[in-house]
């Protein structure tokens, strides 16, 4: 092997290439696929609620019956996905994004993306009282940094990337960009 050579034991090709972009071309083409994915995971939720909210099951005595007892099956059936089927014991949503950027410098599970965006569904979907906005910024942010650690970026390419999918999620779920990044950048980063 010459001096030179672009083989780097132990690196995959993709940071291999990635770190000749540089610093700034690192920020924004991690910034970028962040914000458009976690965009995208947002907007589906959205779509997947307002799909169960066209169901219709509240006619008559059973229905009526169904509208009391659903929000408990709905939460139940979150809290048995989260604990056993997922095993992720992570809290609510943008503090403990706060505290990933604050602590650990950025680095959040990928579990918790997924685990977020269903736990949340099944909880609203069902009638229980939640919003969607924390479990899509931790849902967004999980994203940024996961896709941050697929190309070995450092720690401050990794907490911009969580401040993007912080970003995109709540532009996508308020379909609202410019609130997306200023709560970025005044409430996560």
């Not at 909880?123 to 967004?140: F, K, Q, R, W, Y």
């Not at 650690?149 to 993007?164: H, K, L, S």
């Not at 308020?174 to 409430?187: C, D, H, K, L, T």
């Amino acid at each position: 092997m010459k001096p030179g050579d672009d083989y780097t034991p132990g690196i995959p090709f993709a940071a291999r290439l990635f770190t000749r972009l540089g610093r700034r071309g690192q920020f924004v083409g991690i910034g970028m696929i962040t914000g458009v994915l976690s965009g995208l995971a947002a907007v589906s939720l959205r779509w997947a609620l307002e799909e169960a909210r066209g169901i219709e099951i509240t006619n008559g005595f059973y229905g009526k019956l169904l509208t009391v007892v659903l929000p408990a099956v709905g939460a139940v059936l979150a809290m048995v996905f989260l604990k056993y089927a997922i095993s992720d014991s992570t809290g609510h949503g943008v503090p403990e994004v706060i505290a990933a950027v604050t602590r650990k410098g950025g680095r959040i599970r990928f579990r918790s993306s997924i685990s977020r965006l269903i736990g949340s569904f099944l909880t609203i979907a069902s009638g229980g009282s939640a919003g969607p906005e924390a479990p899509v910024v931790l849902s967004g942010a999980s994203l940024g940094s996961n896709l941050a650690n697929t190309f070995w970026a450092p720690d401050r390419v990794r907490i911009t990337a969580v401040g993007c999918g912080a970003a995109g999620a709540i532009a996508g779920i308020f379909n609202a960009p410019v609130a997306g990044m200023v709560f970025a950048v005044e409430v996560i980063l």
